[in-house]
Each structure stands twice: as C-alpha cells, then as structure tokens.
C-alpha cells in the first residue's frame, strides 16, 4: 500500500511543481498571520488552481472564525480544511457542516495521553493529524516547528483511527516512522525548507521518494 504524503506551507510555484512532480498527495497552504509559511487567499487559489486534479488541496487554519474560513473556502476552494488550532469536536464537526468539506484535525502529541485525547474527535473530524506539542514559549507556533515526538506513542492506533504523521520529519527519518508506526500517510513542512518558510524542491523529491518507498512494519506495543 502506498503511503500518501502531503507537503505542507507552499508558498511558490517552484515547491508546488517538485511536490506534484513527485507524485505527492496532498498540497498545504498555511492561512496563519504568525507562521512564515503564511499565504493570502488570492495568492493561494493560482498555486491551488495548478495543483488540482493532481493532488488534493488542503487549507490551514488556527482557531478561524467564519469570516475567514468563508474567505479561505470561497477563494481557495479546498479539498480538505485542516484545524490546527484548539478546536473542540464540536467546533470541528459545525465547520464541517457549515462548510462543506472534510476537515482533518491536528492534535498535539507529547505523550500517549494526547493520543488517547484525539478520540474524543472520532465522528466529527474526518482524519487526525498527530503533530508535536509546541514549546511553552509564546513564540511557539501550533505547527511547523521541526520537533518529532515519540513515535511509540502511536503504536497500535492504525487500526483505530484514520491518522496522518507529522513533527520533525524530514527525507532522512521519514521512513523510520513509517516503518515504526505504521502510519499511512504524512505531513512536512519544515522538514524539506533551507530555510523556515522557504522550500527546498530537492528536499521534497527526497522526502516523497523515502515516504513512497518506505516499508510497513508497525509495532503493536501499548
């Protein structure tokens, strides 16, 4: 089975073009003032319009209002609305409705505890996304930040829920955890970047060809 992988924090036509060239899965375009790899809707629907129909587009958003989702939704058009934010189930699920669309949750990992949290959001969030916890520093961004949390902390979950793998992944480790977690589909962004928020179209090459040929082993611990 292959793995699908997303590349996430697009912001150039350079990065998009190496990422649908390497046959990713899913195209991300962060829509949050505070992160580097921020992009405004307008400059978004062009690098959305020339990945469709070759990758599924996929919006990011933090704790959005309507106004904002309805801007995104309406200039963007995405396949999938990613919440990165501290969503409730019930938040997750009223966007879904009102918006039309599948939403994948980010849930912040540091412990199995976390990963046991992101059942509560089973029946309203249509795929979860485990990325690592932030720092407590008022700088830490949601996302994005290159940090990987134990992976063992997933064990055993493939068979529980639709998931997505992300946190400090990049070519050299990603098929380490594909292959220790069994995840079937993953998320970088700052792991295929020279610098924050400037992708590396060599860097995506290599991390969608380590993710696509990366072998499944996945420990059954907890």
């Known amino acids: 089975m292959s793995i699908e992988v997303k590349i996430c924090g697009l912001r150039d036509e350079a990065a998009l073009d190496a990422a649908l060239a390497g046959g990713a899965d899913y195209v991300g375009f962060v829509f949050f003032a505070r992160s580097p790899r921020n992009i405004l809707p307008q400059a978004a629907r062009m690098l959305a319009d020339k990945a469709r129909g070759k990758a599924k587009v996929v919006a990011l958003l933090v704790d959005p209002d309507d106004a904002l989702l309805a801007e995104v939704v309406e200039a963007v058009a995405p396949?999938?609305?990613?919440?990165?934010?501290?969503?409730?189930?019930?938040?997750v699920a009223e966007i879904a409705q009102r918006f039309g669309r599948p939403v994948m949750k980010a849930v912040?990992?540091?412990?199995v505890q976390d990963v046991q949290?992101?059942?509560?959001?089973?029946?309203?969030?249509d795929r979860i996304l485990f990325d690592a916890k932030a720092s407590q520093d008022a700088c830490a961004l949601p996302g994005g930040n290159g940090v990987a949390f134990d992976w063992q902390a997933l064990a055993g979950l493939e068979r529980r829920?639709?998931?997505?793998?992300?946190?400090?992944?990049d070519p050299g480790n990603v098929a380490d955890a594909i292959r220790l977690t069994g995840a079937r589909a993953v998320d970088?962004?700052?792991?295929?970047?020279?610098?924050?928020?400037?992708?590396?179209p060599d860097l995506i090459r290599r991390f969608?060809?380590?993710a696509k040929t990366a072998k499944q082993t996945p420990n059954d611990g907890l």
Not at 118 to 124: C, D, I, K, N, W
């Open 79 to 91: 396949d999938i609305v990613q919440l990165h934010g501290a969503e409730t189930p019930a938040r």
């Open 161 to 169: 829920l639709d998931y997505m793998l992300a946190g400090g992944l």
């Open 117 to 125: 949290a992101a059942l509560a959001y089973v029946g309203s969030a």
């Open 208 to 210: 969608i060809h380590a």
């Open 108 to 111: 912040a990992v540091a412990g």
């Open 188 to 200: 970088v962004s700052s792991g295929v970047e020279s610098r924050p928020g400037e992708k590396d």
